[in-house]
């Protein structure tokens, strides 16, 4: 498993029609989840070659960032990575690695689909909502100082184009994939030209999409009808602080984040993630759930227009939680990270 931190190392294949994907296999169960990935792409015979990037401990450039500027434009010369879990942290240290993919590879949209998983027990069946979050700025823009001696400013940036791009993008995924409302998550009360700025420009984008249903919500109204009925609604679009919550939320709402795929999504690459942590508690124990990273890897690969390879994973995968002989701890079995990585491949 040790290649798999090794910056720059390829597997190859012998035919000639990979596609080469970056991988950052992260830290903590990061190692062990991706080599659950790689053997269940490997058993599916998935086109792709695996291209692994370290992401580093101290600072690497002169901005203070922890992955190298060679790799950055490796991702963006090969447009789509696969990243496991890193560890940030809390209050000092340096800048969260997913903040800086964001910013320096111009990452705006972030997708976190949420659907209820047949065989996994949540208070709300029937779930199925997709949250687009804005990316790049808002209180995430990493603007921040200290005024005087006990007085922190944080600011929120908005844009014209950050929120053009967002909106645009969130009715193109709507109407891509048949879903029929659209609902923009905002705080425009309060933050009358930030949020304002966000909900105008989403309500003139929505014009020209006259066959989605548009409505806007307040994020506090829109946090109680998901704890509400969350199978009231379908596509979510909000700037990035009220984002990154939600999502979280509505990973609760199918069973944690152990069951969550994420897509970081920009124009020129795209990155796919697990977005639970790096459960050093039980790392190297072969306990991980590998189940997030796969669902993202599944984004990619329908992404990648591999959607025979996507489905047939897919379907092993949902087969083998619903049947629930092989889970891991978190899904409330007693199955190592080997047999629930068996037990899918067998499905194939």
């Not at 190859?12 to 830290?27: M, S």
């Not at 199925?128 to 995430?140: A, F, L, P």
């Amino acid at each position: 498993m040790n290649i798999i931190r090794k910056a720059s190392t390829t597997i190859l294949r012998p035919q000639f029609n990979y596609q080469k994907v970056i991988l950052f296999p992260g830290d903590g169960i990061g190692p062990e989840i991706s080599k659950a990935v790689i053997d269940i792409f490997d058993a599916a015979k998935v086109p792709i070659e695996w291209e692994f990037h370290e992401i580093h401990k101290k600072r690497v450039t002169e901005q203070g960032d922890l992955i190298t500027e060679d790799t950055l434009k490796q991702v963006k010369a090969l447009k789509y990575a696969l990243k496991g879990p890193f560890e940030t942290p809390i209050g000092k240290g340096y800048r969260s690695i997913n903040v800086t993919l964001r910013k320096r590879l111009q990452l705006f949209a972030n997708v976190r689909p949420c659907k209820s998983i047949k065989g996994v027990k949540t208070p709300y069946p029937g779930v199925d909502v997709v949250t687009i979050r804005e990316n790049t700025e808002g209180e995430y823009s990493g603007l921040e100082h200290e005024v005087v001696p006990g007085v922190v400013e944080n600011l929120k940036i908005v844009s014209y184009n950050a929120c053009q791009n967002i909106a645009q993008y969130a009715f193109e995924f709507a109407r891509a994939n048949n879903r029929k409302q659209v609902v923009a998550c905002h705080k425009a009360g309060v933050m009358k030209q930030g949020d304002g700025l966000f909900l105008k420009v989403c309500d003139d984008v929505a014009k020209n999409y006259p066959e989605i249903e548009f409505s806007e919500e307040q994020i506090d109204t829109m946090a109680f009808k998901l704890a509400n009925d969350p199978t009231k609604i379908d596509v979510m679009v909000m700037p990035n602080l009220y984002g990154d919550i939600v999502s979280d939320l509505c990973a609760g709402l199918i069973g944690g984040l152990g069951l969550t795929a994420s897509g970081n999504i920009g124009k020129d690459c795209e990155v796919y993630e697990a977005v639970h942590g790096t459960a050093p508690d039980i790392a190297g124990k072969n306990l991980a759930n590998p189940t997030a990273l796969l669902l993202s890897g599944i984004m990619m690969l329908k992404a990648m227009k591999l959607n025979d390879y996507a489905n047939r994973i897919e379907t092993a995968t949902y087969s083998v939680l619903e049947e629930g002989r092989f889970l891991t701890g978190d899904l409330g079995g007693k199955s190592t990270t080997t047999d629930y990585t068996k037990a899918i491949i067998d499905k194939l």
